[in-house]
Nanobody, 118 residues
Framework: QVQLVESGGGLVQAGGSLRLSCAAS??????MGWFRQAPGKEREFVAA?????DYADSVKDRFTISRDNAKNTVYLQMNSLKPEDTAVYYC????????????????WGQGTQVTVSS
C-alpha cells in the first residue's frame, strides 16, 4: 500500500523558515512534488524534483526542494516566508518525469497546514 505522509507544518512569523518532509512508503517514485492550496483558491504548483528541482516563480530563491532516496523522502525548505505562503501543503508523487500539473500526479499525502503571520 502506497502512502505519503507529510510533516513539518506549523505557524511561523513572516521572514521565518519551516522545513516540510514527505515520507513515501510502498514503492519508490521517479518524481515527487509539492503543491499548496489556500482557502478559496485552486491547488497550485510549488516545486518538484526528479534528478533536479523546478520551482514556481513565487517561491524561487526562497524554497528548496530536495530528496533522500535512501529514506524515500522529499523535503521542502521554506525560507523568507510570507503571509501569502499560507496554505495547506500537499506532497505528491508520480512514476514518470516531474510535472507542474496536479492532475499528472498519481499519489497524494493528506496535507500539512502552513500559516505565516504578518
Amino acid at each position: 500500500q502506497v502512502q505519503l505522509v507529510e510533516s513539518g507544518g506549523g505557524l511561523v512569523q513572516a521572514g521565518g523558515s519551516l522545513r516540510l518532509s514527505c515520507a513515501a512508503s510502498g514503492r519508490t517514485f521517479y518524481a515527487m512534488g509539492w503543491f499548496r492550496q489556500a482557502p478559496g483558491k485552486e491547488r497550485e504548483f510549488v516545486a518538484a524534483i526528479n534528478w533536479r528541482g523546478d520551482y514556481a516563480d513565487s517561491v524561487k530563491d526562497r524554497f528548496t526542494i530536495s530528496r533522500d532516496n535512501a529514506k524515500n523522502t522529499v523535503y521542502l525548505q521554506m525560507n523568507s516566508l510570507k503571509p501569502e505562503d499560507t496554505a495547506v501543503y500537499y506532497c505528491a508523487a508520480k512514476m514518470s518525469s516531474w510535472s507542474r500539473y496536479h492532475y499528472d500526479y498519481d499519489y497524494w499525502g493528506q496535507g500539512t497546514q502552513v500559516t505565516v503571520s504578518s
